[in-house]
Nanobody, 120 residues
Framework: QVQLVESGGGLVQAGGSLRLSCAAS?????MGWFRQAPGKQREFVGA????????SYADSVKGRFTISGDNAKITVFLQMNSLKPEDTAVYYC????????????????WGQGTQVTVSS
């Protein structure tokens, strides 16, 4: 069982930046981020596959968010720039031992979530 611990959420003004971190307790193949706004379904934000350092992003965050990480420390970061009010959501770290997928059911392990609020 892999445990994921997130940190770094908070309140920021539109146009600002935040950096989220997620530390895993064991080895993973893919680590990623999802978010869920009130009344909406959980949606894919981005993910990294450690083998080859391949990354994938949702169209809504491309060019603004960057995923990076340290496979040795099993830590993944989500750098969020040019934040918009519509980015407001609970952000969840997720991981699996398989391939990079954009659907939540493909991930076996989840963090507790961290709130990101962007004010206009």
């Amino acid at each position: 069982q892999v445990q994921l611990v997130e940190s770094g959420g908070g309140l920021v003004q539109a146009g600002g930046s935040l950096r989220l971190s997620c530390a895993a307790s064991g080895r993973t193949s893919v680590m990623g981020w999802f978010r869920q706004a009130p009344g909406k379904q959980r949606e894919f934000v981005g993910a990294i596959k450690w083998s080859g350092s391949y990354t994938s992003y949702a169209d809504s965050v491309k060019g603004r968010f960057t995923i990076s990480g340290d496979n040795a420390k099993i830590t993944v970061f989500l750098q969020m720039n040019s934040l918009k009010p519509e980015d407001t959501a609970v952000y969840y770290c997720a991981a699996n031992l398989g391939i990079l997928m954009k659907s939540a059911p493909a991930y076996d392990y989840w963090g507790q979530g961290t709130q990101v609020t962007v004010s206009s």
